[in-house]
């Protein structure tokens, strides 16, 4: 079982939709949470952080904590065209230990 | 604000030589990290830096990589001798803190892309 797992994708979703991606993790010990956005032959850019469980809002993202589930998601409303890429988890523990993991590739189609 | 600066941007080798990797992460960015993705999957750590000393090298190949941190800022990854497995991006992070909490998120420089023939 791998330490952070993720929708395989790629998922496809119209323009204007919702996109629900999912982040499954493995070490109870963990304690910040982050989605990076990763466009193709570009680096990761930090999309959202999250450390507490519920509900943390900025603009169009939504991430969701769950630490009793060990399940972190992104919620993308009113997707764009722009949205397309792949979107990475990534977990890390207070002792500083971080794992990605391989990424869901969303696709929003005009 | 400078982002990370990493050079060179592309690198093509055969197999059994040596390549190195730099890295100067933002100013007053305390850890460094070196990470490793091969296309299709996410990044993997391979050796993190808080200033000068070693915190997590568990996944280096240390038969083959290796990796310093010069008076706690630049950094240079070398691998000697390359394999073909060692093709991927090579990804340099910095973040202020020893870790990414409470608004200390790491940054990414945009790359060194490897191909080992």
């Known amino acids: 079982q791998k330490e952070v797992e993720q929708n395989s994708g790629p998922l496809s979703v119209p323009e204007g939709a919702i996109a629900s991606l999912n982040c499954t993790y493995s070490d109870r010990v963990s304690q910040s949470f982050f989605w990076y956005r990763q466009y193709s032959g570009k680096s990761p850019e930090l999309i959202m952080s999250i450390y507490s469980n519920g509900d943390k809002e900025d603009g169009r993202f939504t991430a969701q904590l769950n630490k009793a589930s060990q399940y972190v998601s992104l919620l993308i409303r009113d997707s764009q065209p722009s949205d397309s890429a792949t979107y990475l988890c990534?977990?890390?523990?207070?002792?500083?230990?971080?794992?990605f993991g391989d990424g869901t590739t969303l696709t929003v189609k005009p | 604000e400078a982002g990370v600066a990493q050079s060179p941007r592309y690198k093509i080798i055969e197999k059994r030589q040596s390549v190195a990797f730099w890295c100067n992460p933002i100013?007053?960015?305390?850890?460094l990290y070196w990470y490793q993705q091969i296309l299709g999957q996410g990044p993997k750590l391979l050796i993190q830096f808080q200033n000068n000393g070693v915190v997590d090298d568990s996944q280096l190949p240390k038969d083959r990589f290796s990796a310093e941190r010069l008076k706690g800022v630049d950094s240079t990854l070398k691998i000697q001798p390359a394999k073909l497995e060692d093709s991927a991006v090579y990804l340099c992070a910095s973040s202020l803190g020893q870790f990414p909490l409470y608004g200390s998120p790491l940054h990414f420089g945009n790359g060194t892309r490897l191909t080992v023939t």
């Open positions: 100013s007053g960015h305390a850890t």
């Open positions: 990534a977990v890390f523990t207070n002792a500083g230990k971080s794992t």
